[in-house]
C-alpha cells in the first residue's frame, strides 16, 4: 500500500451539482497530483499543487479546482457537473524532484454523475 | 500535442505465454514509467526506465527503453492468473508547467485463461 488514501470510495450526483473529493498524501510527500480515469482509458492528468499552491494544469476547465492544505491533504472540487465528469478521480503524491519523480497512487474515488 | 500510444490494446494469452505491450511517444522522454492497474484497483507503479537503451529485469518482467528514446516495451515471460490486469506506460508531460506530472497511454489490457 502506498500510504495515499481518498475519500468518498464512490459518490453518486447529478448534472449541476458540485462535488468534493478528499486525498490525503503519503507522509513526507509535498506534491500532491490529481488524474481523471473515464472507463477504459489511461489518467489524465488534471492539476498539482505544490506547498499550497497550483503548480501546473493539464487541459481541464475552470470548474475543476483544487486546494492543498498545511499538513499537504488536499481537495479537488468540481462544480456544474456533466455527465461526462464520471469517472475515477486519482490522486498521487510525491516528493517533487523533478521529471523523474516517482508518483504514489491513491485508490481512488469513483464518481457518477446522473 | 503530445500523445504517448500504446499496442496492443487487448491481449489475451493462455496462462505459461509470453506478452509484450509496445509503447511510442510523440516526443522525446526524460524517463518513461510503467504502472499496473489490476481490476477495480488503482495504477500502481513497477519501474522507471531513464538511460537510452536501458534494459531492466523485474523477475518475469523485462522493461526495455528505446535508443532515442521515445519507445518502450515490456515483455512478461510465461504469464501468471497474477499478471491479469491493464498495464499502462507514463511519460512526464512537456506541457502544463510543473515538474513530475505524466502522460499516461491508454493502457494494454492483459487477460489469462488458466
Known amino acids: 500500500e502506498t500510504g495515499v488514501t481518498q475519500s468518498p470510495t464512490h459518490l453518486i450526483k447529478t448534472r449541476g451539482q458540485q462535488v468534493t473529493l478528499r486525498c490525503s498524501s503519503q507522509s513526507g510527500h509535498n506534491t500532491v497530483s490529481w488524474y481523471q480515469q473515464a472507463l477504459g482509458q489511461g489518467p489524465q492528468f488534471i492539476f498539482q499543487?505544490?506547498?499550497?499552491?497550483?503548480?501546473g494544469r493539464g487541459n481541464f476547465p475552470p470548474r475543476f479546482s483544487g486546494l492543498q492544505f498545511p499538513n499537504y491533504s488536499s481537495e479537488l472540487n468540481v462544480n456544474a457537473l456533466e455527465l461526462d465528469d464520471s469517472a475515477l478521480y486519482l490522486c498521487a503524491s510525491s516528493f517533487l524532484a523533478g521529471p523523474t519523480t516517482k508518483q504514489f497512487f491513491g485508490p481512488g474515488t469513483r464518481l457518477t454523475v446522473l | 500535442g503530445q500523445q504517448v500510444m500504446q499496442i496492443p490494446q487487448y491481449q489475451h494469452v493462455q496462462e505459461g505465454e509470453d506478452f509484450t505491450t509496445y509503447c511510442n511517444s510523440s516526443?522525446?522522454?526524460?524517463?518513461i514509467q510503467w504502472y499496473k492497474q489490476r481490476p477495480g484497483g488503482h495504477p500502481v507503479f513497477l519501474i522507471q526506465?531513464?538511460?537510452?537503451?536501458e534494459v531492466k529485469k523485474q523477475k518475469r518482467l523485462t522493461f526495455q527503453f528505446g535508443e532515442a528514446k521515445k519507445n518502450s516495451s515490456l515483455h512478461i515471460t510465461a504469464t501468471q492468473t497474477t499478471d491479469v490486469g491493464t498495464y499502462f506506460c507514463?511519460?512526464?508531460?512537456?506541457?502544463?508547467?510543473?515538474?513530475?506530472?505524466?502522460?499516461f497511454g491508454k493502457g494494454t489490457k492483459l487477460s489469462v485463461k488458466p
Open positions: 499543487y505544490y506547498r499550497e499552491e497550483e503548480n
Open positions: 526506465l531513464v538511460k537510452s537503451g
Open positions: 507514463a511519460g512526464p508531460m512537456n506541457y502544463g508547467g510543473s515538474q513530475g506530472n505524466l502522460i
Open positions: 516526443t522525446t522522454l526524460s524517463n
